[in-house]
């Protein structure tokens, strides 16, 4: 059983995890794209990198998430655990050194801590350290809007680092890896109390609307328990839920008991 996120990613391209969907996103406009655990791995090995090789990230950096729900942002939580980065989830945790920032603004993973949207500008202010913006689209190869002076283009500098990920010092069971409120999480925590329970194998249907600390605790628990995600956007959640439930054949909801789904992801507030 995996007890770290390394271990995590090592489960996940092994085996049949390897060749199968792992990681499926359904977004707006018919967006539909579909990660077997090989490709999730490779997107987060060259996440990885790019943290490590070009902005300096190891055990204990503290990175920031104003990202909403959605595959590209479980890609980046989960590099930035593989490296042993502490993600800080909330606007009362402190100067981050590496903040991502959507073409939106802020989102419930860290408001109120800059990286403003203004007219497709993101500005940056209020961040500290390094500034990393996110282009969401499929297709966008680049960041759609204009980027402050200093701020990082992920889209178009991910895809040059290496597809595997050798870590130099990798994280151990103990680190820190969440804070969020009151709570500071390790390693292990991650796929313990704070993963939601899932049963063997399942395939979940996981909504972008619950934000992104709640979705990727439900992520890493389907994930430990060799199961799958089918990811959600809002838009497509309010009108086509059922048609991808049966589609994708994910399990039923009620399948897994309230009790089974508390994870710690559940208080922050």
């Known amino acids: 059983m995996a007890s770290t996120i390394p271990d995590l990613l090592k489960q996940l391209r092994s085996g049949n995890h390897s060749s199968s969907p792992r990681l499926t996103w359904y977004g707006p406009g018919g967006e539909r794209i579909e990660l077997s655990g090989r490709v ?22 503290r990175i920031r998430l ?45 408001p109120a801590t800059g990286g403003e949207s203004t007219g497709g500008e993101v500005t ?53 890896a969440l804070r969020t409120g009151d709570n500071a999480l390790t390693q292990a925590d991650l796929l313990g109390r704070f993963a939601t329970a899932e049963a063997d194998g399942a395939r979940i249907l996981v909504t972008a609307g619950q934000g992104l ?5 439900r992520m890493l628990g389907a994930w430990a328990a060799g199961g799958s995600v089918v990811l959600v956007h809002e838009s497509v959640e309010e009108t086509d839920t059922e048609r991808i439930r049966a589609a994708e054949k994910t399990s039923p909801a009620e399948k897994i008991s309230a009790a089974d789904k508390t994870s710690a992801a559940e208080e922050i507030s």
């Open 213 to 217: 600390i709640g979705a990727v605790a």
């Open 40 to 61: 999730l791995d490779n997107w987060v090995a060259k996440t990885a990198n790019f943290l490590s090789e070009e902005l300096d990230a190891e055990r204990g950096t």
């Open 66 to 110: 104003e990202l909403p729900a959605h595959w590209k942002s479980a890609v980046v939580a989960l590099a930035a655990w593989q490296v042993g980065a502490v993600l800080l989830a909330g606007s009362d945790q402190g100067p981050a050194d590496i903040t991502f920032i959507g073409p939106d603004g802020t989102h419930d993973a860290a």
């Open 124 to 176: 940056g202010t209020g961040v500290a350290g390094a500034r990393v913006a996110v282009a969401l689209g499929a297709l966008e190869m680049r960041f759609p809007g204009t980027l402050a002076a200093g701020t990082y283009d992920y889209a178009a500098l991910v895809r040059q680092f290496a597809d595997s990920y050798e870590p130099f010092d990798p994280p151990v069971q103990e680190d820190e």
